[in-house]
């Protein structure tokens, strides 16, 4: 993290003290961060918008990054695969749902999370999503149990989203250019605020694309404060996809532009760009294949439609 008077750090200035070692996700110090484990489950494979930078698979054993997973699993198998992951790794505190799509694009996401916390009322419940449907599925993720919730927030403003994030798939109507960024930015605004008023708590993921949204990220950050988010994970883009042809951006430009969030949001710096089926401490353990690689779920193939 940049060094900096500025920047909200230290665990007595977590916004939420008590996920402070317990949420890896939620946990501003890197001792909280690699204090404790979860597990993430593979339940969402598709996705109602497009992303330049995002390139989804559900048979990747290999990539170790957001958005790919070994195989997708049933709401039903993944209560299975908590039980096993508890067994591997005991310190398992969070139940994640990250992908590899959009987890409210269905309705697999909340129905997993609805029978987790009925076999595991005592384990966190996390869930990350675009935002797009926030607005209207809040109130069923936090009554299935999930406190935590992140929101991929690229820019708020539609002339810099749109080169992102060209369209969206909305109510049965495929939307682009600006009119889309428009939509998928005051749903995020919109689905923030009435997650925070249900009680959860947010956090901010924005993809730092160089030449794009470099120097939006204060703008992302403000905004985001305002509707009542907490936190802000700014993530090196990953060159690829459409966007395979931009640099990943530099350590100066990643500082420079958590330095800008922090003038509105806690920063948390420790993000290991999980894939969706991890599982076990981040950096410290890694458990995915034990959980989800023999015969009981390699042959899983869940359609979501």
Known sequence: MCPSSKMRTASSLS??????????????TAEGHARSGRLHLPVSPGCNITCRFCKRDTHNRADLRPGVSSLVLTPEQAVEAVGRALELCPSINVIGIAGPGDTLYTDHAIRTFELVHAAYPKL?????????LLPQKAERLVAAGVRTITVTVNAVDPA???KICPSIAYEGHRLAGEEA???LIANQQQGIRRAVELGAVVKINTVLVPGINDRHVGDVARA????GASLI??????PQHEFSYLPAPSQAQLELARRDAAEYLTVFSHCQRCRADACGIPGVSEFSEQVYGDSLFAAATFSHG
Not at 124 to 132: D, P, Q, R
């Open 224 to 227: 985001a404060a305002a509707a």
């Open 124 to 132: 966190l419940n996390c869930v990350s999503t675009n935002g797009l």
């Open 233 to 238: 994970n700014v993530i090196a883009l990953i």
């Open 160 to 162: 810099v989203l749109v």
């Open 181 to 183: 960024a428009s939509r």
């Open 15 to 28: 916004p939420f003290p008590e996920l402070e070692g317990r949420h890896p996700c939620f946990s501003v």
